[in-house]
Structure formats: C-alpha cells, structure tokens
C-alpha cells in the first residue's frame, strides 16, 4: 500500500551567515528564488500528496507567490514558523494535525528549504524506507576524522559509523506528531526531526545513502557550487524521471 504523504518544507531561517538581511532561500541561484527548486521536486513527485510551507511572517506575500509560480497543481498550506527549527517543525505539523490524527495524512516527509537540490530518486528512497520500518534520513559517510576531545584526552571516532545527515526526513505521521508534542511538553528542542522522534518516539530509523549534490546552502560560499548544480538541474538530468 501506498501511504499518504505531506512534505513540510521549512523557510524560515534567516540571511545572516551569508550577510543579507534577505531570508536566504529567497536569494537567487540562476535566477530562480532558492526554495523554488525543492518545492518543483515536491510539485513533480506522484508520492506528495500535500504541501506545508513553514515561513516567518515577513515572508508571507513572497512565499505564496512562489507557491503560486512553483506548485499551481499540489494541494498546500502555509504555516508560520517559530522562533527554531523544532518549533517550526511543531508548527508545520500542527497545521495538518486533524489529517494525521484521522489517519487521511499517513507519513511526513520534513525537508530543509536551503537545500535546493533535493532528487526525486532520494525522496523516493526515503518514502519506500520510512513506510518498511517507520522513519528514514539520509546520511553521506564522513571523509574526515573526526575526535572527540576531553581535557588532554582526544579519541578518534569510528568513522564507518558515522554519517553526514541530510534532508528529506520522513516518518510515520502519528508517532512523529506525537513526539513533538511530547517533546513540547518536557521543553525539548533537537537539532534535526531525527534526534526528537530518537528521545520521544520508539519508531525504527533507517538511514538510507545521501546524494552528495543535495547540498544545505549556508554560507556565501555555498552559492558557487548551488549555481554549478543549477546548471545541472536545468539539463533535467537528475531531477525529472
């Protein structure tokens, strides 16, 4: 059975690591906004059913428009984030919680905005891996050593078992809404969907391999390699089927 999925994509961050007062995945990358790549994969993938956009108040004439321009078949929402990541996520899933609680939303896919570069084949990965076993992230292997230090102590961390974690994340929508509430409640924040569906949840989390061209813009840097990827993006190569 094919489950029911609603992607919340998240952009409401800010522009400050690249020195803009701009929302960064607003700012152009060949001339299309940034967030406008990833919400065209969920607007191209048979396996959305629905769309919830998290933004800053500010933001919330330009996100429509790029919903407008971006998404014209898929249904969608629009939610007004939080002043983190994990209570824009709490607010993007209480936006569709009647859906979830009845059942009619039956798995939720949580994509980071400023990674534009998301493919359809690695949200499909994440789709098919969440729906075995209850939850998926994407993770890329680590290419450098990394220690953990302590005093004058230092101890090299296994690398083999260690991954880079990406986005798309996605989970089984009832115990994923039911974490964040738990969560809520004990005043917990994670750094990623994952770490709160690890402390509140009990559902099993498979991590699948990353695509290294799914890229987080943060940086000014960053918008070097994202216009090289565009070019890519534009030969419709990797990202249509």
Sequence with gaps: MTPTV???VLAGGSGSRVHTDVNKVYLPIRERDMLS????TMER?????RVVLVVRQADLAKAETVIAETMPAKPSLVAIGG???HLSELSGLRVIRPAIESGEIELVAIHDGARPFMTLDLLDEIIDAATRRGG????LPIEEPLYRAGGDVIAMLPPASLRRVQ???AFRAKELLAAYEASHQAGFEGVDTAETVERFGDLEVEVVTGDPRNIKVTFVEDFFAAEE???EWEKGA???P
Aim: net charge neutral.
């Design 6 to 8: 609603a992607a919340i």
């Design 37 to 40: 790549y990833s919400l065209e």
């Design 45 to 49: 993938s048979p396996r959305v059913d």
């Design 83 to 85: 002043t983190s990541r």
């Design 136 to 139: 998926a992230i994407p993770g």
């Design 167 to 169: 986005t798309p994340q």
């Design 229 to 231: 990827l565009a070019l």
């Design 238 to 240: 990797w990202v249509i």
